[in-house]
């Protein structure tokens, strides 16, 4: 079956002494002693992810003095491989270059010397609820429905006047109330696979703009060794300060300055690459304030959820295939409905389970153990009770994380792509912003990330 196309980047400076009274905080030196100085340079920016990491290396590299603040200890931000488990290096966030040709991700990876791996979507074993191959007729059916859902969306886009969420839109083009049992459950596996797209429930995404975008050409490849070399790469030579949590951005005529927990910095500029979620959920201090036009644009996008449970095993029992696919009925919704074979680009005998949306926002709250029982219960529907329990896990929950707030944005019923304008405008002449969010045509790509800092840097350095 043809699956939608998977989403998931200190020097001495000016004084500025009509700054002195915005913000002050404590530098906790090695002595120990607290000290109230702060620190200056040219340009702050604020996240050390793709977004943030693009925009200081083009300010760099043309002569600005950038030091960029980091709330985590390390840099990438979405962008995160671990290496908890010896020599099998593993994206917790973005794992793909979606479309190589022409993305700027593309020539990065190669200067970074990073290995990628094509991933084939319709390379894919399909699964029914009682765990038989969709095959013949069901698969026929289940595709069938698939398109139906495209179509019903599509002309929604060409004829509509007025926005709906896309399940609504959906369901009213498919007649729900008419459908069979099976028809629903299909239908309903269509669905979720534009929350695994879009990462927003389809109970809120905008069926008018949910996939505004521009599109990708060229084949999707993975990092076997891991997304995080290009960060790595970006981050050379740039000065990155760790462990500095934001609390505040001030900002007048004369400059900016940034309070951490730990610091203060004063700069003619700031680059803000929040997460959106973050931006939502008010952690931030802005002072005067954001303009009206950006507080809504910030309501009204939404920050979405996919979230990652990497599975290992003793040995491969599954196809090699590079997705294996479940159709759950309709009462475990959005539950376990879609896996890649992590075995294929690396030889090692572990599955990629992902969940999205609702259902990935409710797990968060699970335990791992819970979280594993409930993979492995869909995992024995399909390939039976005698399979091996899994000799470890790694999981992520971006929703909870405070530093992200979610995986990526998605348009929300009521936003528009001048919404993205509205969040990626600067506050005058010294805030400004990006990240993936503000990207209107390549939102929740690491390539828009990429983009939007370098746009950003733009417009400082011109």
């Not at 908890?84 to 270059?97: F, H, K, R, V």
Request: with cysteine; net charge positive.
């Amino acid at each position: 079956m043809t699956m939608q196309r998977r989403r998931f980047l200190r020097s001495a400076g000016l004084g500025l002494p009509g700054l002195a009274v915005l913000s002050s905080s404590c530098d906790e030196q090695s002595s120990g002693k607290a000290v109230h100085q702060p620190r200056r340079t040219e340009v702050v920016v604020v996240g050390a992810g793709v977004s943030g990491l693009s925009a200081a290396r083009h300010l760099a590299d043309r002569g600005r003095r950038v030091t960029v603040l980091e709330a985590r200890d390390r840099i990438g931000g979405r962008v995160w491989t671990s290496r908890q488990w010896p020599g099998m290096p593993l994206d917790m966030g973005a794992s793909w270059i979606h479309g190589v040709d022409g993305n700027p991700i593309t020539d990065l990876a190669e200067m970074a010397g990073a290995r990628t791996v094509v991933t084939d979507p319709g390379s894919s074993t399909d699964y029914l609820a009682d765990g038989r191959k969709a095959e013949g007729a069901q698969a026929e059916a289940l595709q069938r429905r698939m398109t139906d859902t495209a179509d019903a969306l599509s002309t929604y886009q060409d004829e509509a006047t007025r926005d709906a969420p896309v399940r609504k839109v959906v369901q009213r083009a498919l007649g729900w109330s008419g459908l069979s049992a099976s028809a629903k459950t299909f239908v309903s596996y269509a669905l979720n696979d534009y929350e695994h797209e879009y990462s927003g429930s389809v109970d809120q995404m905008s069926a008018l703009y949910f996939n505004d975008e521009a599109k990708a050409n060229g084949k999707d490849v993975l990092f076997p060794g891991g997304y995080g070399a290009v960060p790595d790469y970006l981050a050379k030579g740039l000065s990155v300060h760790t462990g500095q949590v934001v609390k505040q951005v001030a900002w007048n005529s004369s400059g900016v300055t940034v309070t951490t927990g730990k610091a203060t910095y004063q700069a003619e500029y700031v680059v803000v690459t929040l997460p959106l979620g973050v931006l939502q959920s008010g952690a931030v201090k802005f002072v005067p304030g954001l303009p009206a036009a950006k507080l809504t644009a910030i309501g009204k996008l939404g920050m979405g959820v996919l979230d990652k449970c990497y599975l290992r095993f003793p040995k491969v029992f599954w196809p090699d295939t590079d997705w294996l696919t479940y159709v759950p009925d309709l009462d475990r919704y959005g539950q376990w409905e879609q896996w890649i074979n992590i075995a294929r680009p690396t030889g090692r005998p572990v599955l990629l389970g992902f969940n999205a949306a609702t259902f990935g926002r409710t797990i968060e709250g699970w335990s791992d153990a819970q979280i594993v029982d409930s993979a492995m219960h869909t995992l024995r529907t399909i390939f039976g009770a005698s399979i091996p329990t899994p000799t470890g896990h790694q999981i992520t929950r971006w929703a909870s994380d405070p530093y992200a707030r979610g995986s990526y944005s998605f348009y929300k019923v009521g936003s528009t792509p001048a919404t993205r304008d509205q969040l990626a405008a600067r506050v005058g002449d010294r805030v400004h912003f990006a990240g993936e969010a503000t990207s209107r045509r390549n939102f929740a790509t690491v390539h828009g990330a990429y983009l939007s800092g370098i746009r950003a840097a733009k417009e400082i350095s011109g």
